[in-house]
C-alpha cells in the first residue's frame, strides 16, 4: 500500500498585501526565491499562494516554520503549465529521510484567500 504526506494551509492576501506595503522588498528578500519574486511582480494574491504553499509543505514534512527555511521551499511555475515544487538545504534532506518521492502542489486563490494544498509520495519502504 501506498503512502502518502499531506499538508494544506490557507493564507489571508489582504495580510500579505499589508506585510508587502510595510516591509516591502525585505518581506519579499526573506520569504522568496528570485524566481518567485519575478514571477509574482508584487501581486498579493500570487505571494499569498506561494506563502501558504511553502507552510503546506512545512506541515507536510513535519517540521514547521521552525525546521525549514522560506527560501528552501520554491513554487516554480512556467506559462501552461501546473505549478511545481522545488526542495533546497534542510527542506530536501527532510523530504529525502522521509523518503519522499514526488510532491504535487494545488494553489487557488481569490480576493480574500489564498489556499495550497500538498501530496507527497513516500517509498513503500520508508513510510513516515
Not at 524566481?35 to 509543505?57: D, H, M
Not at 516554520?65 to 522560506?70: A, D, E, F, S
Request: glycine share 8%.
Amino acid at each position: 500500500m501506498a503512502s502518502h504526506v499531506v499538508g494544506i494551509d490557507i493564507v489571508e492576501v489582504p495580510r500579505i498585501r499589508r506585510v508587502l506595503e510595510r516591509w516591502g522588498e525585505r518581506f519579499l528578500n526573506r520569504i522568496y526565491t528570485t524566481q518567485e519574486i519575478a514571477y509574482c511582480r508584487g501581486r498579493a494574491p500570487q505571494l499569498a499562494s506561494r506563502f501558504a504553499a511553502k507552510e503546506a509543505v512545512m506541515k507536510a514534512l513535519g517540521t514547521g516554520i521552525r525546521g525549514v527555511g522560506w527560501r528552501e521551499v520554491e513554487v516554480l511555475r512556467q506559462r501552461g503549465r501546473a505549478p511545481a515544487l522545488q526542495l533546497h538545504g534542510r527542506a530536501q534532506s527532510r523530504a529525502r529521510a522521509l523518503g519522499i518521492t514526488e510532491l504535487a502542489l494545488s494553489l487557488t486563490h481569490s480576493d480574500h484567500y489564498a489556499l495550497a494544498s500538498v501530496v507527497g509520495a513516500v517509498e513503500e519502504t520508508r513510510r513516515p
